[in-house]
T-cell receptor, first 113, second 115 residues
Framework: SQQGEEDPQALSIQEGENATMNCSYK?????LQWYRQNSGRGLVHLIL?????REKHSGRLRVTLDTSKKSSSLLITASRAADTASYFC?????????????FGQGTILTVHP | NAGVMQNPRHLVRRRGQEARLRCSPM?????VYWYRQLPEEGLKFMVY????????ESGMPKERFSAEFPKEGPSILRIQQVVRGDSAAYFC?????????????FGPGTRLTVT
């Protein structure tokens, strides 16, 4: 499997519910970032969490990072139809690979009004 | 402050032609990254450039692909003698500096179709 794999591949929920997406990776990292991509559009940066951080919040978003399990989760609370998009995690291994983000396959989130 | 600009947004080329994709980073950003996204897949790193320097090109195919980021003007990703397998969305990102602590800001992408 690849670095930065998201789970589930697709998630369908009702407006108002919470959405949780998970990301696993294989190598040690310097930071992990979450991005959103609306269909046919570019990527929007959501949150960057560093390897020495365990949790970060931004509005309705909450990201956790467990470096011992090499995993991260993105929680979107009180989801809205406008949150419908693909969500990707991306890892930066640092060192000689700094700046090179490795993306997962993404989770397709559909929020029904 | 304009975001990352890419042009063209859509590009159609016949097999064997050349494709040139342009990327203007955000103002004040001197680091540019190119990624490719095949249909139904995540983004794959291609190359990382600073002004006049290629920092990491480990994701670039060995043949037909080249990238530059001159002192003046946009970064250019060039694909020579395109083949159908080159059809993809190509995204450019920029950051104010290198290193793992900087967010990368993405452009809207160029969708290349090879007929």
């Amino acid at each position: 499997s690849q670095q930065g794999e998201e789970d589930p591949q697709a998630l369908s929920i009702q407006e108002g519910e919470n959405a949780t997406m998970n990301c696993s990776y294989k190598t040690s990292i310097n930071n992990l970032q979450w991005y959103r991509q609306n269909s046919g559009r570019g990527l929007v940066h959501l949150i960057l969490i560093r390897s020495n951080e365990r949790e970060k919040h931004s509005g309705r978003l909450r990201v956790t990072l467990d470096t011992s399990k090499k995993s991260s989760s993105l929680l979107i609370t009180a989801s809205r139809a406008a949150d419908t998009a693909s969500y990707f995690c991306a890892t930066d291994a640092g060192g000689t690979s700094y700046g090179k983000l490795t993306f997962g396959q993404g989770t397709i989130l559909t929020v029904h009004p | 402050n304009a975001g990352v600009m890419q042009n063209p947004r859509h590009l159609v080329r016949r097999r064997g032609q050349e494709a040139r994709l342009r990327c203007s980073p955000m103002k004040g950003h001197s680091h540019v990254y190119w990624y490719r996204q095949l249909p139904e897949e995540g983004l794959k790193f291609m190359v990382y450039l600073q002004k006049e320097n290629i920092i990491d090109e480990s994701g670039m195919p060995k043949e037909r692909f080249s990238a530059e980021f001159p002192k003046e003007g946009p970064s250019i990703l060039r694909i020579q003698q395109v083949v159908r397998g080159d059809s993809a969305a190509y995204f450019c990102a920029s950051s104010p500096a290198g290193g793992a602590s900087y967010e990368q800001y993405f452009g809207p992408g160029t969708r290349l179709t090879v007929t």
